[in-house]
T-cell receptor, first 115, second 110 residues
């Protein structure tokens, strides 16, 4: 079956511009996570959605970052006024219900380069 | 101290070698341990998981947990070039989010 998909695969933008990154989770998965992987750094958690519950935004690095999930499915991560330090691979993952020890399935990521 | 510590490598071995990858946690309270594998330009995928109560074997891969539950190892027997990837051993945080270390890059050369 189809896995987690993300678009675009690559995004090059200029400093100060806004970008939107999209994630399509596995059909039927109610839990969705965003992570960021910077060059030479490990993956770091950004935000978590579970059903209609309020998202866990504890990992967002600044108020320039926001995310939404429409209809409990597709999610969009928005970065406003991008900075060069935002350059990274942004990964999305989904799991069936966000239960403890559930396997998370990752998408291929969006590679963002801020010039 | 980082929550999850891994030697970033790269670790370069010849095909057929036995590989040992290690991971250290700052907290011994964890009981569930995972190994993820990430190929270049791909997202991580769960390779295997185990519990603090014992080791687990899956084909050429064995996950071993130290009794202190602060140190785990992944052994790869008869390593293949297709095993070349970054290996990650995240711990579980609140809401099931994964907390990663830097990962260890492995290169198996023919």
């Amino acid at each position: 079956g189809a896995g987690v998909s993300q678009s675009p695969s690559n995004k090059v933008t200029e400093k100060g511009k806004d970008v939107e990154l999209r994630c399509d989770p596995i059909s039927g998965h109610t839990a969705l996570y965003w992570y960021r992987q910077s060059l030479g750094q490990g993956l770091e958690f950004l935000i978590y959605f579970q059903g209609n519950s309020a998202p866990d935004k504890s990992g967002l690095p600044s108020d320039r970052f926001s995310a939404e999930r429409t209809g409990g499915s597709v999610s969009t991560l928005t970065i406003q006024r991008t900075q060069q330090e935002d350059s990274a691979v942004y990964l999305c993952a989904s799991s069936l219900a966000g239960g403890f020890q559930e396997t998370q399935y990752f998408g291929p990521g969006t590679r963002l380069l801020v010039l | 101290q980082k929550e999850v510590e891994q030697d970033p490598g790269p670790l370069s071995v010849p095909e057929g070698a036995i590989v040992s990858l290690n991971c250290t946690y700052s907290n011994s309270a964890f009981q569930y341990f995972m190994w993820y594998r990430q190929y270049s330009r791909k997202g991580p995928e769960l390779l295997m998981y185990t519990y603090s109560s014992g080791n687990k074997e899956d084909g050429r891969f064995t996950a071993q947990v130290d009794k202190s539950s602060k140190y785990i190892s992944l052994f790869i027997r008869d390593s293949q070039p297709s095993d070349s990837a970054t290996y990650l051993c995240p711990r579980l945080g609140g809401y099931n989010k994964l907390i990663f270390g830097a990962g260890t890059r492995l290169a198996v050369h023919p």
